[in-house]
């Protein structure tokens, strides 16, 4: 046993077997089995569960939670998720069951969320670093040491993150990423700059920007601080598109004031466009389904089509090659006819025509003549009948 199924499917498995059990039917490790339920939120029987089961003793069976936002509902056993295996056209033409429907509204998850996330601060001073930081700022000072040790000056032996807009960038991602990672959210920056950023929520990725916003003309990107001050604005997206050049959502310094007093809300509303993101998918698959599922209904159809056209046309010729041959048997009877009226003639002609011929040639020559009307009549060799026959196991 392995493939597709839902948390609810897998959670009735694990509360009916041990763990053990389950892994050696789906052939699977059993602690791939247990890591697959941490990873979608299933619970599993506590240790000693089963021997108390069987004892008679009471036993407490733990509900399964609510799917979290971004998770997906669906479990590919033995494989992680973004390996999921394309269905198979016998699956494609099997029942497309419901459309895809979700309990909760999206303003109810919104709620759920901000419960979760609670309060997000971005202190000057990041006393508790999230992990994605601490190697930024690790390669950052590998780079600090490189140039300092190293005789020649290249820069790419240069620290990114001195200026002060970089350390920003840094508290505001660092707070950003602790605060999804309440909800599940595992972030990924790359690039030497820390340009590229994306942040899994459990199998959903969002993928954002934090830059500079842009600007056009001679228009100044400086904003006013509350102290009457300037400083250099940020702006962070939500983006989406092969480039990452659409923007879904986005925060920028400025009237509402600084990135710093709104990261609570933004935390927010990434978890929340993970768990819209994560829909969108599963409607956009359904319709997928749908279609494809049409188109190979269709193909089947035209295939039944092209063989029953193939099929007539393979009878029409049949018959037609019955009709010729019986036609050219009929020639033939009419030639093995004309030559005994021939051979009659012959003979007739030298008895009563004096036609000089001895008795042995005119017998050699007729017995020849004849046996070549019997070769040809498709009476006298039954070749009428063979060919009846033939045609009828070609028929069948």
Same mark, same amino acid.
């Given at each position: 046993?392995? $493939?597709?199924?839902?948390?609810?499917?897998?959670?009735?498995?694990?509360?009916?077997?041990?763990?053990?059990?389950?892994?050696?039917?789906?052939?699977?490790?059993?602690?791939?089995?247990?890591?697959?339920? *941490?990873?979608?939120?299933?619970?599993?029987? #506590?240790?000693?569960?089963?021997?108390?089961?069987?004892? &008679?003793?009471?036993?407490?069976?733990?509900?399964?939670?609510?799917?979290? #936002?971004?998770?997906?509902?669906?479990?590919?056993?033995?494989?992680?998720?973004?390996?999921? +295996?394309? #269905?198979?056209? %016998?699956?494609?033409?099997?029942?497309? $069951?419901?459309?895809?429907?979700?309990?909760?509204?999206?303003? %109810?998850?919104?709620?759920?969320?901000?419960? *979760?996330? $609670?309060?997000?601060?971005?202190?000057?001073?990041?006393?508790?670093?999230? @992990?994605?930081?601490?190697?930024?700022?690790?390669?950052?000072?590998?780079?600090?040491?490189?140039?300092?040790?190293?005789?020649?000056?290249?820069?790419?032996?240069?620290?990114?993150?001195?200026?002060?807009?970089?350390?920003?960038?840094?508290?505001?991602?660092?707070?950003?990423?602790?605060?999804?990672?309440?909800?599940?959210?595992?972030?990924?920056?790359?690039?030497?700059?820390?340009?590229?950023?994306?942040?899994?929520?459990?199998?959903?990725?969002?993928?954002?920007?934090?830059?500079?916003?842009?600007?056009?003309?001679?228009?100044?990107?400086?904003?006013?601080?509350?102290? &009457?001050?300037?400083?250099?604005?940020?702006?962070?997206?939500?983006?989406?598109?092969?480039?990452?050049?659409?923007?879904?959502?986005?925060?920028?310094?400025?009237?509402?004031?600084?990135?710093?007093? +709104?990261?609570?809300?933004?935390?927010?509303?990434?978890?929340?466009?993970?768990?819209?993101?994560?829909?969108?998918?599963?409607?956009?698959?359904?319709?997928?389904?749908?279609? @494809?599922?049409?188109?190979?209904?269709?193909?089947? @159809?035209?295939?039944?089509?092209?063989?029953?056209?193939?099929?007539?046309?393979?009878? %029409?010729?049949?018959?037609?090659?019955?009709?010729?041959?019986?036609?050219?048997?009929?020639?033939?009877?009419?030639?093995?006819?004309?030559?005994?009226?021939?051979? +009659?003639?012959?003979?007739?002609?030298?008895?009563?025509?004096?036609?000089?011929?001895?008795?042995?040639?005119?017998?050699?020559?007729?017995?020849?003549?004849?046996?070549?009307?019997?070769?040809?009549? #498709?009476?006298?060799? @039954?070749?009428?009948?063979?060919?009846?026959?033939? $045609?009828?196991?070609?028929?069948?």
């Amino acid at each position: 046993m392995t $493939g597709r199924m839902v948390r609810q499917q897998l959670y009735e498995l694990v509360w009916s077997a041990p763990i053990s059990e389950l892994a050696t039917r789906f052939t699977v490790a059993a602690p791939t089995l247990k890591g697959t339920c *941490i990873k979608f939120n299933i619970p599993v029987p #506590p240790r000693g569960y089963w021997a108390k089961l069987q004892a &008679g003793k009471p036993t407490h069976r733990a509900a399964l939670p609510a799917r979290a #936002p971004g998770m997906s509902d669906e479990i590919y056993l033995g494989a992680r998720y973004y390996w999921q +295996r394309t #269905p198979s056209n %016998e699956e494609l033409l099997g029942p497309l $069951g419901e459309p895809p429907a979700f309990a909760e509204d999206i303003a %109810e998850v919104r709620d759920r969320i901000r419960k *979760i996330i $609670g309060k997000v601060t971005v202190g000057r001073v990041m006393t508790l670093q999230h @992990r994605v930081i601490s190697r930024l700022l690790a390669d950052d000072e590998a780079r600090r040491e490189k140039q300092t040790t190293s005789p020649y000056a290249f820069s790419w032996h240069k620290p990114v993150f001195d200026s002060l807009l970089e350390q920003r960038r840094l508290r505001l991602l660092n707070a950003l990423f602790l605060a999804v990672a309440r909800c599940g959210g595992k972030p990924e920056v790359r690039g030497d700059q820390a340009r590229e950023i994306s942040i899994m929520v459990h199998q959903t990725t969002i993928a954002l920007s934090l830059d500079r916003p842009k600007v056009s003309g001679r228009k100044s990107s400086l904003a006013k601080s509350s102290n &009457g001050g300037t400083f250099d604005p940020l702006r962070l997206a939500i983006v989406k598109g092969y480039e990452r050049d659409q923007e879904q959502a986005a925060w920028q310094d400025g009237d509402e004031g600084r990135l710093e007093q +709104r990261m609570s809300d933004i935390a927010v509303e990434i978890v929340t466009a993970a768990e819209v993101s994560y829909r969108e998918g599963c409607t956009r698959h359904f319709e997928w389904r749908v279609q @494809r599922k049409a188109q190979l209904e269709q193909d089947l @159809r035209q295939q039944r089509l092209e063989l029953e056209r193939r099929e007539r046309e393979r009878q %029409e010729k049949l018959a037609q090659a019955r009709i010729d041959r019986l036609l050219a048997e009929a020639a033939s009877l009419r030639n093995a006819a004309d030559i005994r009226a021939y051979v +009659r003639a012959a003979e007739q002609a030298v008895e009563c025509e004096g036609i000089a011929a001895s008795a042995d040639e005119l017998a050699h020559w007729s017995s020849w003549a004849l046996a070549q009307a019997d070769r040809i009549d #498709p009476v006298k060799n @039954r070749q009428f009948l063979q060919a009846f026959e033939e $045609g009828d196991s070609s028929e069948n």
